[in-house]
């Protein structure tokens, strides 16, 4: 199989290129990314001359240049490009627009066009908006973004039901909860604390830290969207979570007791506007039809993923000080000259 993988230079997309490669050796994968600020080679460093992942530099907007992918032997598309970071998208939503809407509908004519047989929509729990203090999202739950990036990813998703209805396009969606393990962007709160925790700088808690999220381990999502890609149903919507919800203040300070780090270092700041209270997913449809579950408890990939950002301090300090930025350029920099000593 050969598969058509975007935003795979980011975080949950490069933990995905390497499932992938490590579980279907027959495998080849085209890896589309813009390489935003999101998006670092360095996360695939460790699969660098590996032929059966090309990477190709380019926007999911830009109609030329996915043709020509799509256009080789691309048999399924699995759409990981995105804006994904909700503070942002309050400072300015003009980027989410683009690339999550307008990003996806030109996937999905593409796609058409090519008569590709499979299309996976990675979207997230955050369309269905927040929730009390009990229940949890099904698929059933009507949407209601909080966020323009919820808003985005919603409408997104709202396309590609429609592209099924209409065209029977074979699309699939997944909305997972938060993840969380290795190459994640530290503007998102795990990283981020267990960066600033390293440094012995004040870990910002918005509000009053009893906002939940439902974890997930990066291992576990990308084991469901492989689910829902060979043996999902199309036009269906997936939720994938952790069943692992927990109070940002609670992750702050686990972060801190594995760091042994005081819990001086926990700092009040001003809340997100409009901050979603809480998010907790039923899974009980792809546990149930796809035979899949999370396999990583909290406890246990908290401390492992803490130890893999200690143990990659250099990548953390590349990320922070944005010298990951220039990766791309040295490398195809070298590249080149190799090339022209020939
Ligand atoms: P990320 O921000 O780490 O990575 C996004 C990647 O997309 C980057 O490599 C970036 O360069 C690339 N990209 C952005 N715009 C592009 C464009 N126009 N063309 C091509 N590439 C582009 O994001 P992530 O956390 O890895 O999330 C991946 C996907 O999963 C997103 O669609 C997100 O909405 C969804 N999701 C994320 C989470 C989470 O907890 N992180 C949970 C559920 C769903
Ligand atoms: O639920 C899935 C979503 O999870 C994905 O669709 C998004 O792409 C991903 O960014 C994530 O969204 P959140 O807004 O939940 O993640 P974030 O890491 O930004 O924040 C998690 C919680 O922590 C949230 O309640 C806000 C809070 N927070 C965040 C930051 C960055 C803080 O208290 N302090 C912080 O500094």
Redesign the pocket.
């Given at each position: 199989m050969r598969l058509l993988i975007?935003?795979?230079?980011?975080?949950?997309?490069?933990n995905f290129v390497r499932y992938i490669l490590k579980k279907y050796p027959g495998y080849g994968i085209v890896n589309?990314?813009?390489?935003?600020?999101?998006?670092?080679l360095e996360n695939l460093a460790d699969i660098e001359g590996d032929s059966r992942h090309e990477f190709v530099h380019?926007?999911?907007?830009d109609p030329d240049c996915v043709h020509k992918l799509m256009s080789g032997s691309v048999d399924a598309v699995v759409?990981?490009?995105?804006?994904?970071?909700v503070d942002r998208s309050i400072l300015d939503s003009s980027?989410f627009v683009?690339?999550?809407i307008e990003?996806t509908r030109n996937l999905l004519d593409i796609s058409r066009r090519n008569k590709i047989g499979r299309y996976i929509q990675?979207?997230?729990?955050?369309v269905y908006g927040s929730l009390g203090d009990s229940g949890a999202f099904t698929e059933e739950t009507p949407i209601a973004p909080n966020s323009p990036?919820s808003a985005s990813?919603a409408a997104a998703d709202l396309l590609v039901r429609s592209y099924c209805h209409t065209h029977g396009f074979p699309a699939v969606i997944?909305?997972?909860?938060?993840?969380?393990g290795p190459c994640?962007?530290p503007e998102?709160l795990i990283p981020l604390l267990v960066s600033n925790a390293m440094s012995d700088i004040p870990l910002p808690i918005y509000g009053d830290g009893m906002n939940v999220r439902d974890w997930i381990h990066v291992e576990d999502?990308c084991a469901a969207i492989d689910a829902v890609l060979h043996r999902g149903e199309t036009g269906e919507v997936y939720n994938v979570g952790g069943r692992q919800e927990i109070p940002n203040i609670e992750v702050a300070r686990r972060i801190l007791a594995a760091l042994g780090k005081s819990e001086s270092l926990l700092t009040y700041v001003e809340d997100r506007p409009g901050h979603d209270r809480r998010y907790a997913i039923d899974s009980t449809k792809i546990e149930t039809e796809l035979d899949w579950k999370p396999r990583i408890t909290f406890a246990a990939g908290l401390p492992e993923t803490i130890a893999w950002y200690r143990r990659n301090a250099s990548w953390m300090e590349r990320v922070r000080s944005g010298a990951y930025l220039k990766y791309y350029d040295d490398m195809y920099g070298r590249r080149k000259q190799t090339l022209s000593a020939r």
């Amino acid at each position: 199989m050969r598969l058509l993988i975007t935003g795979g230079a980011g975080f949950i997309g490069s933990n995905f290129v390497r499932y992938i490669l490590k579980k279907y050796p027959g495998y080849g994968i085209v890896n589309l990314d813009k390489l935003t600020y999101a998006g670092n080679l360095e996360n695939l460093a460790d699969i660098e001359g590996d032929s059966r992942h090309e990477f190709v530099h380019g926007d999911i907007c830009d109609p030329d240049c996915v043709h020509k992918l799509m256009s080789g032997s691309v048999d399924a598309v699995v759409n990981f490009a995105a804006e994904s970071h909700v503070d942002r998208s309050i400072l300015d939503s003009s980027e989410f627009v683009r690339t999550n809407i307008e990003g996806t509908r030109n996937l999905l004519d593409i796609s058409r066009r090519n008569k590709i047989g499979r299309y996976i929509q990675i979207s997230t729990d955050e369309v269905y908006g927040s929730l009390g203090d009990s229940g949890a999202f099904t698929e059933e739950t009507p949407i209601a973004p909080n966020s323009p990036y919820s808003a985005s990813k919603a409408a997104a998703d709202l396309l590609v039901r429609s592209y099924c209805h209409t065209h029977g396009f074979p699309a699939v969606i997944t909305r997972c909860s938060n993840n969380y393990g290795p190459c994640q962007f530290p503007e998102k709160l795990i990283p981020l604390l267990v960066s600033n925790a390293m440094s012995d700088i004040p870990l910002p808690i918005y509000g009053d830290g009893m906002n939940v999220r439902d974890w997930i381990h990066v291992e576990d999502h990308c084991a469901a969207i492989d689910a829902v890609l060979h043996r999902g149903e199309t036009g269906e919507v997936y939720n994938v979570g952790g069943r692992q919800e927990i109070p940002n203040i609670e992750v702050a300070r686990r972060i801190l007791a594995a760091l042994g780090k005081s819990e001086s270092l926990l700092t009040y700041v001003e809340d997100r506007p409009g901050h979603d209270r809480r998010y907790a997913i039923d899974s009980t449809k792809i546990e149930t039809e796809l035979d899949w579950k999370p396999r990583i408890t909290f406890a246990a990939g908290l401390p492992e993923t803490i130890a893999w950002y200690r143990r990659n301090a250099s990548w953390m300090e590349r990320v922070r000080s944005g010298a990951y930025l220039k990766y791309y350029d040295d490398m195809y920099g070298r590249r080149k000259q190799t090339l022209s000593a020939r």
